[in-house]
């Protein structure tokens, strides 16, 4: 059986010496929780900040007003700035983050329930990723958050060439 994520994930930073920092809104915390299950996570973990308003994304995560005006908290744009945000913030190498519309509610056109994005910050470079999940909004949140680990887990292993 393979490994859970999150423990590659920690023993990849741990050997590298690199550090990881997440920025959530639409898992609440759920990502943070995961790495931090992991023992000895304080090695390679700095922090998260689960920023749900859009004062939140501004404050803690440097998010611009004009971003979240122009393009709203569920989009390319913002799940990008939140990474690079909470990468530069906490002083890690790497920052998660996590942006959408858990459900059951919330949904628009272009963007319905399910709608999540998520961004990856790193010294090589940004990679953003839009999912469209179907489930209730528990089993969204656990799917953003298992695809986020995915995404780190991938880049780490050099999956991941920026274009």
């Given at each position: 059986m393979p490994e859970?994520?999150?423990i590659a994930i920690g023993e990849l930073l741990r050997q590298r010496g690199l550090k990881i920092a997440t920025a959530e809104s639409c898992t609440g915390g759920l990502v943070a929780d995961l790495i931090t299950n992991?023992?000895?996570?304080?090695?390679?973990?700095?922090?998260?900040?689960?920023?749900?308003?859009?004062?939140?994304?501004?404050?803690?995560?440097?998010?611009?007003?004009?971003?979240?005006?122009?393009?709203?908290?569920?989009?390319r744009q913002t799940v990008t700035e939140m990474a690079q945000g909470v990468r530069i913030a906490l002083g890690a190498d790497i920052g998660i983050s996590l942006t959408g519309i858990a459900g059951p509610a919330g949904g628009m056109p272009g963007k319905p329930v399910g709608t999540t994005?998520?961004?990856?910050?790193?010294?090589?470079?940004?990679w953003t990723f839009r999912f469209n999940w179907n489930g209730?909004?528990?089993?969204?949140?656990?799917?953003?958050?298992?695809s986020a680990l995915k995404i780190v887990l991938d880049y780490l292993n050099g999956?991941?060439?920026?274009?």
């Open positions: 859970d994520p999150e992991v023992p000895g996570s304080s090695d390679y973990y700095t922090g998260g900040v689960v920023a749900y308003s859009y004062e939140a994304k501004v404050a803690l995560l440097h998010v611009s007003w004009n971003t979240l005006r122009t393009h709203g908290a569920v989009s994005w998520i961004g990856l910050s790193t010294t090589d470079g940004d209730d909004r528990r089993a969204n949140k656990e799917s953003s958050a298992q999956k991941l060439v920026n274009v």
